[in-house]
């Protein structure tokens, strides 16, 4: 379209920002603030509650204010601002989920706002024209609507300059009032009104009667895109605009109270207007405070919905994303504006709407002050506000105390604005794809993992504590789905898993061969929906680079202490390179350094079949020994059964009872140490444990765990038959061998068996001398 930029376009097709601090923030934020409460609601909470009361009112929400203002200040000098205002700076914290939802409903509120401004400003205008018609008001109010419009289309700089002739007349107006109320000034009345009387206003109702006064000094923000300089500008010009606020609302309150008794002060709006040197002074102030804040909304609401599609948050808003190429401005965005706020005005009463606006912006309030206190407590080395008159604590603070305003001024409205916020988050959380942009999520978490970690090094290791951590090793991508799955069910939500591909190779491109495969890698992971790690290693041995990995994979308490593998036959691409012999080597070389051992033996088909079988009908086999890998299968069967596949699986525990003890009472004492051991498992006894018996009784199950050992570079089931042979006959089978105890007690005092551990180790050594890696049979 002609004299349209694309907001992702050439920035040198745009306007280039040029709007001063006092212009671009400090002007559109103190005639907001000083808006319609000062002239018509002031006197009436000083009337109410007494001046003592009135200026701890006007204290508890400008407190609110100073501090958001700070937090505003301390995220501004952290960013380089762009067009947004508060969307932007909680987007670029806090993420697009919070930033897109407070952004649409900030928009909303401007909006809206506009067309309550205008009805509050034809209020003012129809009894001085003499028209007391409703329809004259509508009327009023949408010529002020329409010539608003203009002035927002035209762009910030005529607006700046007739929010100059706005601001002379609240001036002016402010001026005419503080003169009357000072020649009418009485000592002795002040001190008589400083006590509220009888019937004074409750101290929340008189606090959500001003409080609004307060939500306007984000105006300024708004206009983030506009100015030449918003990093300093922002803190300067809001700062400024709320300090001067509090001087002159603390100060009128003191006219107040020193010029009329509180009665006459509760039971007349006017007030203000009856003090005043002349009254059609301050009647002109109301004007110019309605209509300054009405066109401060004008100017943000189409910059924060021109902002929002340019990031793309809502696609079907992507047609605002342009702006005016002479002027920069977002004049497809003023359109929709102009709708709302026409609407508003058509349907006049909407007090029910207007709490509801009050409390979308009290979140935008809360969501700044949280973004600040976030960036903070994610002690990243990017969060460097030049600004140093903050604190994080006083961030958190100001997030609560908006809460609790929310709370006072009117609940219902508060939970409702609320759940709109949280529902729109939600959807933005499930709908959009990656952010086009940083945020500061990733620092967040990253610093809570390091003090979690680093509190949980500094707890003695015990076996109670063991996770699943999982180092998966595949290069077939035909076969590595299937095995990404396993090791999610055996995860169990409570470890962690890394996939690793290893490259051997010593070519000149090799580095940039491993940065592609680990992208490809990366993808590869995100199109199968797994949360697992990848992980490229790259060497010039795979025996060297399997016990490098082992031993040092993980950080701190984190550990890999499972590895994952495909049987042989399975994953082809892998083991080629060892041979059958090699590979059996390199696995029992990872058990010597205390790797917990799971191999995988399934196919496409076994796969299909389990596929097919609903989660009720599944049977997970554990032929259980009283060993350390008996405990490991009992342990990973249970965490099969927390994922969702698995959620109503029977985990059957396959024994044969010990020699010389009575098969009822030893079936008793397994059933109780199951019990206590908390896991729902029936137990199956049988008389043998020889390969014939094992796949008669395990070939119709879903899934089968099988304690096995390495003999002379071959793979035996722990009771002494080669796995290999029986393997095609079973289901989807899990060889477990295990090197590290696993404590399946309920008891803390219970022995961790830790003081056992060199001993266990010393034993395994001999046994791995006389019949290789893995627990001897017994």
Sequence with gaps: MTGEAKATGNPSAQAKPGLGTFAGVFTPSILTILGIVLFLRLGYVVGGSGLGYALLVIAAANVISLVTALSVAAVATNLRVKAGGDYYLISRTLGPGFGGAIGLVLFMAQAVSIGFYCIGFAEVVAPLVGLTNPFALHLIALIAVCVLCVLAWAGADLATRFQYVVMVLLVVGIGAFALGAWQGWQSSLLAANWTPPADRLPFWVAFAIFFPAVTGFTQGVSMSGDLARPSQSIPTGVLAAVGLSIVVYFGSAVLFAGALPLAALQGDTQAMNRLAAWGPLVDGGVMAATLSSALASFMGAPRILQSLAKDEVFPWLKWFSTVHEASGNPRRAVWPTLLVAVAVVMLGELDLIAAVVSMFFLLSYGLLNYATWFEARSGSPSFRPSFRWWDQRLALLGAVACLGAMVAIDIWAGLFAAAVVYGIYRYLQHSMGPARWTDGQRAYHLQRARIHLLAAYAEPENAR?????????????????????????????????????????????????????????????????????????????????????????????????????????????????????????????????????????????????????????????????????????????????????????????????????????????????????????????VDDWDETTVIETSKASAMVLVPFRIHAGRFYSAFGWEMGAALPKLPITAMVLAAQDVDLDSDPDHPTEADKEQGLAEADATAAEKTGPGEPAS
């Excluded at 063991?466 to 470890?495: T, Y």
């Excluded at 499972?562 to 036959?569: K, Q, V």
């Design 465 to 685: 504590s063991w996770r699943p951590q999982l180092l998966v090793f595949s290069d077939s991508p035909k076969s590595r789905a299937r095995i990404l799955r396993f090791a999610h069910w055996v995860e169990g939500g409570a470890g962690l898993t890394t996939v690793v591909r290893m490259m051997v190779s010593d070519a000149p491109n090799a580095l940039a061969r491993r940065k592609e495969e680990s992208e490809k890698l990366t993808q590869e992971l995100k199109d199968n929906g797994s949360s697992a790690f990848a992980l490229v290693l790259l060497g010039s041995d795979t025996n060297q680079m399997v016990a490098s990995l082992v031993q040092t994979v993980g950080v701190g308490p984190l550990r890999v202490n499972t590895a994952i593998a495909n049987w042989p036959e399975a994953d082809n691409a892998f083991y080629s390179p060892l041979g059958i012999g090699e590979f059996s080597r390199t696995v029992a070389m990872a058990f010597r350094l205390g790797t917990n051992l799971i191999l995988l033996d399934s196919d496409a088909n076994e796969w299909d079949t389990l596929k097919n079988l609903a989660s009720d009908d599944r049977v997970i086999d554990v032929w259980w020994r009283d060993t350390r890998t008996g405990e490991l299968m009992l342990l990973l069967a249970y965490l099969m059964t927390r994922s969702h596949d698995w959620r109503n699986a029977r985990i059957r525990v396959i024994v044969v009872p010990k020699d010389g003890l009575p098969r009822d009472e030893w079936l008793q004492a397994l059933q109780d140490s199951l019990e206590r051991m908390r896991i729902p498992g029936d137990v199956l006894v």
